[in-house]
């Protein structure tokens, strides 16, 4: 079959690679449907983190199971399921308290698993699932419309992550919001801030296109000044003290500042941007001001059937962060295109 793999900065290659086999009982064979590149995805790409050696690479998709292993019992053969960015058991105890990225059984994509089997990376023509019963989620209907496959593939990490970032936040009805970042996931914290009843949403985006997507996610008001000015222009849009609510979706040191020196005294950040070093927690400040923080790596895999029912039904298009959609023989050029921000997300079709 064929698969993306990177060999280094800025070289991604889709090669050929042995079919994948199940192995160990409890694991699927899916036939990806639509995969796509994340902005985590750039960091290796960018060499920001070193490949040593060529490796599969893509940890979204969403696919028709092709064949399931003897102790399968929830998932069957012609499911059209979402994977999260991981694969999760859902039956430890980690999983059970709602963080299914801590499973003690669980991967990630394009690695071994913990029984020695390959997890494919997701930018393939197949993967295959250990612990499909616990990882996979069956979309009910079967293979849906094309036209509702983007929505469902956000559920794989954006959506969720963005979701994840609003829950942190503790966004409720009436809150007031801010969110730091306009890449997929902060435009799906707006969506998921939104969706919750947030009474005023603040997106933070110089760019007009995403700027006009967060409107129609639900975006109130947009502030294009970042730093200090940023941080005084949003204060002033709340009464001078600054929001309940701030979603942090970049993970730099100046977008967490930005984040918790947003806040009003009291208030909270939800951070999800992967730290890409340099960030560290005020706690001077944060003592001062009583603002906390929480958040981390997303556990998607636990809201999937939350935000599975508000997609099914159209109350949320969170696919709408996809703007350009390629076949998976031009994988590079979706890397280059988000690299350079000429798009804000990349759907794969193998
Ligand atoms: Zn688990």
């Not at 192995?23 to 995805?41: P, Q």
């Not at 930005?258 to 706690?283: H, K």
Request: aromatic share 6%; proline share 5%; charged share 20%.
């Amino acid at each position: 079959m064929l698969a993306t793999l990177i060999h280094g900065e800025r070289d991604i290659r889709v090669e050929e690679v042995p079919d994948p086999q199940l192995s160990t009982g409890g694991d699927a064979i899916v036939r990806v449907v639509a995969a796509c590149v994340c902005g985590s995805d750039l960091w290796p790409y960018r060499g920001v983190t070193p490949t040593s050696r060529p490796h599969r690479i893509g940890h979204e998709f969403v696919g028709v199971v092709e064949a399931v292993g003897p102790d399968v019992g929830r998932i069957r053969a012609g499911d059209f399921v979402i994977a999260p960015f991981y694969d999760c058991d859902m039956t430890c105890a980690n999983c059970r308290n709602g963080f299914s990225t801590s499973c003690l059984n669980g991967g990630w994509w394009g690695a071994k698993d913990r029984l020695g089997g390959f997890a494919d990376g997701a930018q393939g023509e197949r993967v295959r699932v250990p612990h499909a019963d616990g990882s996979l989620t069956a979309v009910p209907g079967g293979e849906p419309d094309w036209a509702m496959v983007p929505h469902l593939l956000t559920l794989a990490d954006v959506m969720g992550t963005g979701h994840h970032a609003a829950v942190s936040a503790g966004v409720r009805a009436g809150s007031t919001v801010v969110v730091v970042g306009d890449g997929a996931v902060g435009l799906c914290g707006v969506l998921a801030a939104a969706r919750l009843g947030a009474a005023r949403i603040v997106a933070m985006s110089r760019h007009s296109s995403r700027q006009s997507l967060a409107r129609e996610f639900g975006a109130t008001d947009i502030v294009e000044e970042r730093g200090e000015e940023g941080i005084a222009r949003v204060k002033e849009l709340f009464d001078g003290i600054g929001p309940d609510c701030v979603l942090e979706c970049v993970g730099t040191a100046e977008s967490m500042d930005q984040a918790l020196r947003s806040a009003r005294p009291g208030g909270q950040v939800g951070f999800v941007g992967v730290p890409n070093g340099g960030s560290e927690l005020p706690i001077r400040e944060m003592f001062d001001t009583n603002v906390g923080a929480r958040g981390g790596v997303a556990p998607v895999r636990n809201y999937i059937d939350e935000l599975l029912v508000d997609v099914l039904s159209g109350a949320i298009e969170p696919g709408r962060v996809f703007d350009l959609e390629l076949p998976l023989t031009q994988a590079a050029e979706a890397y280059a295109a988000m690299d350079e921000r000429r798009a804000i997300k990349v759907l794969l079709r193998p």
